[in-house]
């Protein structure tokens, strides 16, 4: 063999290499494209379903007064709504606790919606209250096979 074949198969052999290169970069744009978007759709997706709890009750035990006895508001233990309640019929907060939901979007399929609700100490919000208070947690996650991890968001209703 000649240097000229030599020439030929090492220009080969770069063209290939730089082919490699460029469709695993071109590879990796659209999944950082992909993995922005359902970013982007599960926070819309966690302050909507968030929107929608802030325009109900703190509790359903209690209407509108301002001195309410702690005792009156419902138990954790309690809280949830009835199998088979539709969510568009929840009156409080607290019968969204374990509320889930399916969201389906055409270019990045299914978002599946999970809610906590709790009572928080009203000294320190991070910490759980074992009894009832003025103060509740909404923590909605959302998981779509995009996200690498779950998506939390979190807000406080008071009363």
Do not use: C, W
Request: charged content about 20%; overall charge positive; proline content about 3%.
């Amino acid at each position: 063999m000649n240097i000229q074949t030599f020439i030929t198969i090492g220009a080969i052999i770069l063209f290939g290499l730089l082919g490699v290169t460029l469709n695993r970069t071109i590879s990796n744009a659209e999944q950082t494209k992909l993995y922005a978007e359902s970013i982007i759709t599960a926070n819309s997706i966690a302050q909507n379903v968030i929107n929608e709890i802030k325009q109900k009750k703190f509790d359903k035990n209690v209407g509108d007064e301002i001195t309410v006895n702690l005792s009156s508001l419902t138990p954790a233990s309690q809280f949830g709504a009835p199998q088979g309640r539709p969510a568009s019929q929840f009156v409080a907060v607290e019968e969204y606790h374990n509320h889930k939901r399916t969201i389906n979007t055409r270019r990045l399929g299914n978002f599946n919606v999970d809610v906590k609700i709790s009572y928080v100490q009203e000294n320190d919000f991070r910490l759980p209250s074992l009894t009832q208070t003025r103060t509740k947690e909404i923590l909605v996650n959302v998981t779509n096979k995009y996200l690498i991890d779950t998506l939390k968001l979190r807000m406080y209703k008071t009363f």
